[in-house]
């Protein structure tokens, strides 16, 4: 008998990514890698006011269901030149390396200024090179690479909305080339993003209808990046636990348009705790773009139902001071093969020396631990969550290479969350622990959860 497939839809849900505070999503998809990425702003649990924002992350995933969080990429306190003010943030791969574009309030001054910061792998951390010469008052920045290989750099809020031609090395706006879109974005408010589509240029934006607030999102098209653009109306409005801001970015992948943006569902509306949210868009035959509203089945994907997106945070341990962990008597290694990231962890050769990684979510609750590892012995480590105490002491059998041992369910509690692997004091070390990774998944099904009182 001939059997016949025929792919099942299921839907990846609303909020994407719920377990943590995050928007203003910049979504990319860098040649030659199958996944989809996520750039976005940190919104700190418990929070009323924007001011606190401090940080990044980064999500990856290949199927718009399964997530990886790599967790806090740029923090304020390694940008020298900055004050506060972490807002909305872009990313691009230029010449072989990846930079995070993004803005912070500058020193002294109080003028926002667009960062970049580079890596060289898309997940990060980041390395801060210095703010871009020539735009002013540049909150919400977004690259856009044009076909011809031409950067552009478009930003604003209140005051204007701007557009510029960036130099070769991104460092600054060609003098002369800088316009002042305002005029030609009705509401228009703060970030703005362009996407190309059938040879045109869409300007999409966040906007305050007769000035008032919430934010609706609006858009304009042009025949060329730097405009002049015409403003098509409104593709998105607000509504029910909607975050006041809205903030998002265009894509195609894997042969569908969406959009990427936030609202304030997890946190119960309340604006400055934010989550991430993704729909799929689609055009008129003559280009407009249909009116979309935000929903809790979120984008069609294969599969069968419920489908809701699930998440893995995986915390390479390398990463150490920028992504928020520390190393403290140990160093980071890349002689044994097989390692994940850039590298891993060893040399815990003291007694309290030890590896800290730094895991962030919005709510309190239980996450299944695993750690990858490599061992020439059996080893003994603890394990510290949050300096608590108990029965934290943990063995490592011998390994062939790196492997995974599963460490069973920890507590996190909403916000920062510090877990350590530490040499302990009564035994004499050996070093020869090499600690990869620290992966985390819910103990529970996120959405379900989301649901009831108890999420997390
Ligand atoms: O996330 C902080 C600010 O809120 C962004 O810079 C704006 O676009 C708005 O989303």
Known sequence: MLAICIPQIAHAGNPLIPHVYAA???????????????YTSDDRPGTDTHDTMTSYHVFSTTNLVDWTDYGMVLHLKDVKWAASHMWAIDAVLWKGTYYLV??????????????????????????????????????????????????????????????????????????????????????????????????????????????????HMYYATADKPLGPYTFRGKFMG????????????????????????????????????????????????EGTIQKMEPTTEGVAVEGTEPAPSRVTMLLETENGAPSGGRLFGTHVATNLAGFSGTGYVTGFNHANDSVTVLAQVAKPGKWHLKIRYAAQNDEVARLIVNVTRGKEQRTF???????ELDLGIIELQAGDNLISLIEPRRQKPTGSIAVDYFKLEPAAQIMKLMQSDDFF
């Not at 203003?24 to 990425?37: C, E, I, N, T």
């Not at 059998?397 to 492997?403: E, R």
Request: hydrophobic residues 30%.
């Open 397 to 403: 059998p011998k390994t062939d290479g790196f492997a």
């Open 238 to 285: 607000s509504g029910k636990k909607m975050a006041g801001t809205n903030h998002g970015s265009i894509i195609k992948y894997k042969g569908h348009w969406y959009f990427f943006y936030h609202s304030a569902w997890v946190s119960n509306g309340n604006g400055t705790c934010r989550n991430l949210m993704c729909d799929e868009l689609y055009y008129n035959p």
């Open 102 to 215: 993004y803005c912070a309030q500058e020193l002294n001054t109080g003028v926002y200024r667009t960062g970049l910061a580079t890596s060289s792998q898309p997940q990060g951390p980041f390395t801060d090179i210095g703010f871009i010469q020539g735009v002013d008052w540049g909150q919400d920045p977004a690259l856009f690479v044009d076909e011809d290989g031409k950067p552009y750099l478009t930003w604003g809020c209140g005051g204007g909305c701007y557009a510029a031609q960036l130099s070769d090395d991104l460092r600054s706006a060609i003098p002369g080339t800088t316009v002042n879109l305002k005029k030609q974005l009705t509401w228009v408010f703060e970030g703005p993003w362009i996407h190309k589509y059938k040879g045109q240029y869409y300007l999409s934006y966040p906007g305050l209808p007769d000035g008032q607030w919430p934010e």
């Open 24 to 38: 203003d999503p910049s979504a990319h998809v860098w040649p030659g890698d199958d996944r989809l990425w996520l």
